[in-house]
């Protein structure tokens, strides 16, 4: 059968905590791992080791983990972003990227996108500038990003969700545009892209599948999804419920 190893702080000194809100595989096959409490770890030969300023991060809390197509590793952090770039971690545009960073995505091409967590204003830094990305007057969450074959970069707000092509910014679909549902807010909560063009997307309310430049079938489920997987068949998750391509694969019951 199945067999599970327990990792927590009681067995694993090192780890500073047992709460996680984020882990990525990095190409060396070491976890990376944000905390609930903004801790950067990474587990590699059975060690977790907490990644701090003195080990070249901007500063001491990291918010978002992201890893590039060219294998380095991009954190946002709350005192800009850093990138490790399988030798050693460093500070990445220090002097024009300041403050917290609470998203960061790089795109194929080599862009930098971010967020300014307090502000909530979101850039896109290329060719050395930093370029400020307007999309709405409304609360923009920039959650998350994601680029399809075509290099088109897609992300939401709370009432629209957006692209990025040839420059410029298109409002993709709005709440009545994408589903006829008055109280649903298609606020992304996670995606991933196939090399079908197909792209997945999990709301808060629901999976809903995007076909450019079609709308496609939306999964309505009774409580929110948070995980998509890549391709055809798309595995969703919620508080109480494993779902494979909206059929019921596991339920947990109190």
């Known amino acids: ?19 996680f809100v984020k882990l990525i595989e990095g190409p060396d096959g070491s976890l990376w791992i944000v905390s609930e409490q903004k801790f950067l770890i990474r587990f590699k030969n ?17 918010h978002d983990i992201h890893l590039a197509d ?8 709350d005192r800009g972003i850093s990138v490790f770039d399988g030798e ?11 403050g917290a960073i609470d998203r960061v ?6 862009a930098v996108w971010y967020r300014d967590f307090e502000t909530l204003e979101n850039f896109r830094f290329q060719d050395n500038r930093s370029d400020y990305i307007y999309t709405s007057p409304n609360g923009f969450h920039f959650n998350p990003v994601i680029e399809n074959p075509d290099g088109e970069i897609w992300f939401s707000s709370l009432t629209h969700m957006y692209r990025f092509a040839d420059d410029s910014l298109i409002t993709c679909c709005t709440q009545d545009e994408f589903i006829s549902n008055e109280s649903f807010q298609p606020m992304l909560q996670d995606a991933s892209s196939a090399s079908s ?14 076909y450019t430049p ?23 998750f919620s508080s109480d419920r494993l779902q494979h391509n909206g059929d019921l694969v596991l339920e947990t019951k109190d």
């Open 70 to 77: 060219s294998g380095q590793l991009w954190f946002g952090t």
């Open 105 to 110: 995505f790089v795109d194929e091409g080599g």
């Open 197 to 210: 063009r197909l792209i997945n997307f999990s709301f808060v309310t629901g999976i809903g599948r995007y």
């Open 88 to 98: 050693q971690i460093k500070p990445f545009q220090p002097d024009s990227i300041k």
């Open 1 to 19: 059968g199945i067999q599970f190893k327990v990792y927590q702080t009681i067995n694993y000194p090192d780890l500073p905590t047992n709460r």
């Open 46 to 62: 059975d060690e977790f080791t907490h990644i701090r300023n003195s080990d070249g991060l901007n500063g001491d809390y990291v």
């Open 214 to 236: 079609e709308i496609g079938e939306i999964y309505s489920l009774l409580t929110p999804a948070f995980d998509v997987s890549q391709g055809d068949n798309i595995w969703t």
